[in-house]
């Protein structure tokens, strides 16, 4: 007769089999129920559209490249998700913190998952989500003086190709990670993507940040860094900042768009991205780099950039902008400006936008004219000016 420690040994050993058994189940049934649209190597990934639509050549060469999500929170699990459904084909995730009950206001965390760490956790749902993505997880503080180097190795080592990763997506929530992403990016000639949500939870934004061409997070940095202020001393007690799911998912969403943009080459990736859900804006920017920028690195990355040749395509279209647009004009049709003077328009401003301050009226053109010689001259007097002539 079997002893007691022999049946719990058999009982797990069949618990284990059924559990492989149903998962094989449900994989050969996401797959079957997938085959009758899509038919092709990557059944996993939804952006077949693209392809189908015109919009890309191949979307499965989403499977080669390499991202790095810092900050799986709120808009960064969500990204992962987006990711992962897309097929990409590694994902580096960095974070710290644990998963808590306050978290499930999110979109991604699961209540048994409380006290798992957030890496481990999101790693453990994208994996079910689909298997086919290399996930790596890491899980330090990128801020402190002993992780910050190994963080710098991870970004430049761990991609697919063996090289930088190749974009990285800053989704924290504090400026002393923002600036070290951004320090060691400079560092690493590495592209990235920053992105935010405000304290109160209506609005956001998403940053392309390329070192040399576009600024960087030290070229302009928020006022509450510029003005040296503890950004510790802001945080209110009871109060979750970013904590609406759907500003997040907003963000996430338009996070996750340009990555797929600028990794399949198509449309245009924005530069600056912002989101205002009151009013249902969205503000489109482009910030040049400072060359008093504080990082050493930026201002090398400004110098490698202004020495690199222009594109032969952007030489090609200025010379086209140049010509003249008919060269033969056979009935002298000429074009006259018939706008108003600049001094009499009104400039119009999208909705959300307010000038910080007004110019003086009356300044532009305060030279008075010296009054004609005829100013004073009455009709009788003119009359008698005219039969002389």
Known sequence: M??????????AELEEKLKLTRQSVVKRQKIDVMSSEVVDTNPYSRLMALKRMGIV????????????????????????????????????????????LANMNRLFFQPHQAGLSKVEAAAETLRN???????????????????????????????????????LLSCVDNFEARYAINTACNELNQIWIE????????????????????????????????????????????????????????????????TLKYLLKFGSTANYLGYSALMDFFPTMKLKPNPSCNDSYCKIRQNDFSSKPKPVIEEI?????????????????????????????KEELAAGISLAYALPHGEVNSVQEPPSSTDHINLDELMAQMKAI
């Not at 790596?136 to 990763?165: A, C, K, P, R």
């Not at 279209?317 to 328009?345: F, M």
Request: glycine share 8%; with cysteine; hydrophobic share 40%.
């Open 195 to 258: 992105s935010g949500v405000s304290e109160n939870a209506v609005s956001g934004h998403i940053q392309l940040i390329i070192p040399g061409e576009t600024a960087c997070f030290a070229c302009a940095p928020p006022l509450v860094v510029a003005s040296n202020i503890d950004e510790k001393t802001l945080k209110r007690d009871g109060v979750c900042a970013a904590s609406l799911p759907t500003t997040m998912g907003v963000i996430a969403g338009l996070l996750v768009q340009n």
């Open 129 to 167: 989500i689909n298997p086919d993505v290399d996930i790596q997880t890491y899980n330090y503080n990128i801020t402190t003086v002993e992780n910050f180097q190994n963080f710098m190795d991870v970004i430049s080592t761990q991609s697919l190709t063996g090289g930088n990763v190749d974009l």
């Open 2 to 11: 079997a002893t007691l420690a022999e049946l719990q040994a058999r009982i």
């Open 317 to 345: 279209k200025k010379l086209e902008e140049d010509k003249p647009l008919h060269e033969d004009n056979e009935w002298e049709i000429s074009l006259v400006d018939e706008s108003l003077p600049e001094n009499d328009s």
């Open 57 to 100: 050549d191949n979307y499965e060469n989403i499977r080669n490249f390499t991202v790095a999500v810092v900050g799986v929170g709120g808009v960064g699990s969500v990204t992962a998700e987006m990711l992962t459904r897309c097929g990409i084909g590694r994902l580096l995730l960095f974070d710290y913190d644990k998963v808590e």
